[in-house]
């Protein structure tokens, strides 16, 4: 082995590497839950699955597969570039998987083309946005077929290009504290266009925001029916550019029986109705459900499995992710209670009285996987800020006097905004209040993986004479 090599295990996959072909130890997250998924997915199948591996660099991800997903009949590995190519072919070989994974040099668009129906799997984990090989997939994908897609281009969508982001992903970011599950929303919206295009559509699994990327799990289904319904699924966002608050303005209605379709009737004031702030817009974003709660209940039942945790190392996050996940509301987005909290210029209340006033008025309200200080409720925003501003009101050193000298803030409007409710704030303890996660001290949010981790650049390659 020269120095240009190196030995690494993941799983059951042995593997030598050129330093030249790209490998993201920080991934193996990423392989694990996509191993997970994947598996749970075969479950529902009844046969064996054929996948394709569009952008596989070292072919890591393929041979775990091979290994450690049951029933997979064949794998097609694919890389465009040649050393990629033959890191593939030793190392299936070294793995013995030469019955399963198929090695192939070519430009993943190509491959799925040449290929359209084929696939019982599509894996697209590419450098930065899987944007250009979406058409490719959804053509490539069998009907009812898995398509996993990894985005790292978080600079894009994570609110600070929207001229950007609308240009890959045909819609806008917005500097809001739900970025991170906005850039889920926008991934969607692009993965359903496309896939309209083909009388297709996409049902989400899972959706999942992670480090400093987005994986997301569809369902591909052939349903020129159903592609009708795509602009009920989409919407524009508003958000306050003072207090923060949101709204959703579909861009299509229908009716119960999902026969007459009518454009939506303009919900959004240009003005926030609580600090008087204007509001800006962005998206359109899919705004559905982003996963698919019996495929959650089902994916944390398998990893609560003793199985589970010998067989995968980042076990204990996955599991604490799933649970988050499998707890958090169908409701699009959500607020932050620390941002929610400095616009009045409170100190951030405790998230358990949070909870429980909002639970003792008859709402619902979760957690996040994307913030740990995000929330998710039904609650109406009136309501929210009512709570937030007497819990202010009831703090010994809350001095409401500190906005006289203010001249219009959103703090200073919300403090006087009249709410029309009139009964005090019940902040008794609800049994609801503390989600199942948190009692049990799960890994629910992840630390820094290691120091300076990332999605990893490309690497370098030395010219060869020939190049
Ligand atoms: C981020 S790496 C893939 C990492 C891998 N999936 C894993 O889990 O370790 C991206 C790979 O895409 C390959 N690539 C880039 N453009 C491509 C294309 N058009 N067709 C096929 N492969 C491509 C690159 O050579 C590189 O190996
Ligand atoms: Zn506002």
Redesign the pocket.
Known sequence: MTSEMQEIIEGQAKMTLEKS????PV?EF??DISIACITQYQKTLNKDIHIF??????G??SIRYAKEIPNVSKITT????KD?FKTIQENVVKNNVQDIITPSL??????MLQNKNMFDVI?L???GSVI??VDAAIQSIKNGGLLCV?C?DMTVLGGSYLETSYAKYGGTTLKGKFCHEMALRLVLHALESSATRYKRVIVPLMSCSIDFYVRVFVIVKESPKDTKLSCTKTSMVGLCSGCHYYRLQPLGVVNENRTKFSNSRCVLPSKCTFCDFPLHIGGPIYSADIHNQEFVVNLLDALKDESSAQRFKTHKRMLGMVSVISEELNQPLYYDLSQLSSTIKVSTIPVMLFNSALLNEGYKVSSTHCSKTGFKTDAPMDLIWYVLKSWALKQPNYDIKKFEEQKSSPGKNIMNFNFIYDSEVNFEKHELANPSSRIKGLTRYQMNPTKNWG??A?PTKKLKKDE
Do not use: C, H, I
Not at 21 to 24: K, P
């Open positions: 072909v790209f490998y993201n991934q990423n392989r591996e569009g952008l596989s660099a070292t890591l991800r694919n890389d465009l570039d990629a070519n430009d993943a668009n190509v491959a894996d984990d590419p450098y250009p090989f990894t790292t999605p990893g490309k």
